[in-house]
């Protein structure tokens, strides 16, 4: 007899949504996708703020957002952004010598952060002129950043692993091979690098026909964490049901976004030892469904989990930060241990 599938253990923290909007000192609208660290002692955050009028998908603008806690649930955000488009175009101008980043840079967002080698490097999204990229930066004060890399079109949701590999640096990464697959077919991919800078050895890891919970696209959610039996990391998951209808601000939101869970080998992450037959998170609560992403309305994009961060602690519970309905911050909770064996019994 086949055993029931296992239980996410997953748990929703009683504060969520732990960051929104009205936290922000300054115009903030969608607060989102944010990347989450431990560095000196203390939690940091950047976020994603997509800012202009309410229920309006014409945004004024997209910065990040920074915030430091002392526990990972109650954040003090600071009073500006640490990246706007004007402060992304300089720090990009020297991987784009030839170009005006004026002109070529139209925002950077949906950052992710790693702790390696005692500095955080960033991974972002940057859209661009000539299509969307991905890019890796360094900081030690979040302040001064220095850009190191930037991909070629088109390619986003890049993470960072928080250790070489082998001698080198690897991070996986969602390509969008729009002309192969036609729209939204969308798959997990893994690099690997001497310096950061130079990419290769790069290949397709986990793909959408892996996941029975995924029949749009899946790519790379919070940087991987170590534990002994592999490397863990979370996935975004999308179904799309184009009967959905309206589903949120735009006139039309068909994909529900989960949070899924794959188990690398630590050897050779390229190596999947399992990928997680259910999902970790699937949108249920009302911020997350969009029926109390706030007050005020719906959420932007409903029945949307994002995981961008996760923080292993040292008594070796996990704490996974989510982007819900594209519209505010939340934190899931639960032990490596629990989250090893759910990756494992469900595969």
Same mark, same amino acid.
Not at 29 to 57: H, M, P, Q, S
Not at 300 to 321: A, C, Q, S
């Given at each position: 007899?086949?055993?029931?599938?296992?239980?996410?253990?997953?748990?929703?923290?009683?504060?969520?949504?732990?960051?929104?909007?009205?936290?922000?000192?300054?115009?903030?609208?969608?607060?989102?996708?944010?990347?989450?660290?431990?560095?000196?002692?203390?939690?940091?955050?950047?976020?994603?703020?997509?800012?202009?009028?309410?229920?309006?998908?014409?945004?004024?603008?997209?910065?990040?957002?920074?915030?430091?806690?002392?526990d990972g649930v109650k954040w003090k955000v600071e009073a500006?952004?640490?990246?706007?488009?004007?402060?992304?175009?300089?720090?990009?101008?020297?991987?784009?010598?030839?170009?005006?980043?004026?002109?070529?840079?139209?925002?950077?967002?949906?950052?992710?952060?790693?702790?390696?080698?005692?500095?955080?490097?960033?991974?972002?999204?940057?859209?661009?002129?000539?299509?969307?990229?991905?890019?890796?930066?360094?900081?030690?004060?979040?302040?001064?950043?220095?850009?190191?890399?930037?991909?070629e079109p088109d390619n986003r949701n890049m993470v960072l692993?928080?250790?070489?590999?082998?001698?080198?640096y690897v991070r996986l990464d969602r390509p969008m091979p729009?002309?192969?697959?036609?729209?939204?077919?969308?798959?997990?991919?893994?690099?690997?690098?001497?310096?950061?800078?130079?990419?290769?050895?790069?290949?397709?890891?986990?793909?959408?026909?892996?996941?029975?919970?995924?029949?749009? *696209?899946? #790519?790379?959610?919070?940087?991987?964490? &170590?534990?002994? $039996?592999?490397? @863990?990391?979370? =996935?975004?998951?999308? %179904?799309?049901?184009?009967?959905?209808? *309206?589903? #949120?601000?735009?006139?039309?939101?068909? &994909?529900?976004? $989960?949070?899924? @869970?794959?188990? =690398?080998?630590?050897? %050779?992450?390229?190596?999947?030892?399992?990928?997680? #037959?259910?999902?970790?998170?699937?949108?249920?609560?009302?911020?997350?469904?969009?029926?109390?992403?706030?007050?005020?309305?719906?959420?932007?994009?409903?029945?949307?989990?994002?995981?961008?961060?996760?923080?292993?602690?040292?008594?070796?519970?996990?704490?996974?930060?989510?982007?819900?309905?594209?519209?505010?911050?939340?934190?899931?909770?639960?032990?490596?241990?629990?989250?090893?064996?759910?990756?494992?019994?469900?595969?």
């Amino acid at each position: 007899m086949i055993p029931p599938p296992m239980k996410s253990p997953l748990k929703r923290h009683p504060a969520n949504p732990i960051l929104t909007a009205r936290d922000v000192p300054y115009p903030a609208t969608l607060i989102f996708n944010a990347g989450v660290c431990k560095f000196e002692g203390r939690y940091a955050c950047v976020f994603r703020n997509d800012f202009g009028r309410w229920g309006d998908t014409k945004f004024d603008g997209t910065n990040l957002g920074l915030a430091f806690s002392n526990d990972g649930v109650k954040w003090k955000v600071e009073a500006k952004p640490c990246m706007d488009v004007d402060k992304a175009r300089a720090m990009l101008q020297p991987l784009i010598p030839f170009r005006d980043a004026h002109k070529e840079i139209k925002r950077v967002y949906d950052p992710r952060l790693t702790v390696l080698d005692g500095r955080v490097y960033m991974c972002f999204a940057v859209d661009t002129l000539h299509g969307l990229c991905g890019g890796i930066a360094v900081t030690e004060d979040f302040e001064h950043f220095e850009a190191i890399t930037l991909t070629e079109p088109d390619n986003r949701n890049m993470v960072l692993f928080p250790d070489k590999v082998g001698g080198d640096y690897v991070r996986l990464d969602r390509p969008m091979p729009v002309y192969s697959h036609g729209k939204d077919r969308f798959d997990t991919w893994i690099s690997r690098s001497p310096d950061l800078v130079h990419w290769g050895q790069s290949r397709c890891i986990v793909g959408v026909e892996d996941l029975v919970y995924a029949n749009d *696209k899946i #790519g790379p959610g919070a940087p991987p964490i &170590k534990t002994k $039996h592999g490397w @863990l990391t979370t =996935l975004h998951a999308v %179904d799309r049901d184009d009967s959905r209808g *309206k589903n #949120g601000w735009e006139k039309k939101w068909a &994909k529900r976004y $989960h949070a899924g @869970l794959a188990l =690398l080998d630590l050897h %050779d992450p390229s190596k999947v030892i399992a990928v997680a #037959g259910e999902p970790l998170l699937t949108p249920e609560a009302p911020y997350e469904t969009g029926e109390g992403a706030t007050p005020e309305t719906d959420g932007f994009r409903n029945h949307v989990i994002f995981p961008g961060g996760m923080v292993l602690e040292d008594d070796g519970m996990v704490k996974v930060y989510y982007g819900s309905a594209d519209t505010t911050e939340c934190l899931a909770t639960a032990h490596v241990d629990e989250l090893v064996a759910f990756c494992l019994a469900n595969k």
